[in-house]
């Protein structure tokens, strides 16, 4: 694990989003296309918002969520809502938008049709990740009723899981596929995430799922 300290929030978000650019330009300049994976939640906003403006061919990236709540992209829970609002927009807009939720009442009946879409566009290029205070990443939560399947080797593409205190499903890409990515990248804040994702590299997966792609991550954070 690499861990970059920047002096303020706002200045993370611009070096890492033209962090990002980078790598996505690399990958574009040499096969022509690129993946690019992003976590829910407020914290990565400011990235959305510089990156949405970068000079990329951005009609050969692919982008698609590492998790979602199973609502309607109406509700404010959904993160492909906020997607939409934050990073395709201006020049990113061009970009082609991998969903990961579908009209059913129940995310196993819309798994496979999924998890189809996305299996041609892995391994990820760049992938961008938060962490909550319980070490989770994604929709990868101690104590959810599937996270050992979810941490396997052998994980298929996609997962629904379901823990205590969530008020719904999530559906979520599990630990081979984060870990197979090419560049991964992990955005925190304050002084308890540091302090967490330092204790994670000490802990198991199962314990702290982060654990599955720091290894090759770069962590950046800012108070």
Request: hydrophobic content about 50%; overall charge negative.
């Amino acid at each position: 694990m690499m861990l970059i300290d920047y002096p303020d929030r706002e200045f993370m978000a611009l070096a890492l989003a033209d962090r990002i650019a980078a790598e996505l330009a690399q990958s574009l300049r040499t096969s022509g296309r690129a993946t690019l994976c992003v976590p829910g939640g407020s914290t990565p906003g400011p990235v959305f918002d510089t990156l949405s403006g970068a000079d990329l061919d951005w009609a050969n990236v692919t982008v698609f969520l590492g998790d979602e709540r199973w609502v309607p992209e109406s509700s404010d829970r959904s993160n492909t809502r906020q997607l939409r609002a934050r990073l395709l927009q201006g020049r990113a807009a061009a970009a082609r938008l991998l969903p990961l939720r579908a009209d059913t009442p129940e995310p196993e009946a819309a798994l496979a049709t999924l998890a189809d879409a996305i299996a041609p566009h892995l391994p990820i290029t760049v992938l961008l990740l938060g962490m909550g205070d319980d070490m989770h990443t994604a929709s990868l939560f101690p104590g959810a009723d599937r996270l050992a399947e979810a941490l396997a080797p052998d994980a298929p593409v996609l997962m629904a899981l379901r823990a205590p205190g969530l008020p719904e499903a999530r559906i979520t890409l599990t630990a081979p596929v984060l870990a197979g990515a090419l560049h991964t990248h992990v955005l925190i804040t304050g002084a308890a995430k540091r302090a967490a994702i330092l204790r994670a590299e000490t802990l198991d997966p199962s314990e702290a799922p982060i654990r599955t792609v720091l290894t090759h991550a770069t962590v950046h954070w800012a108070e």
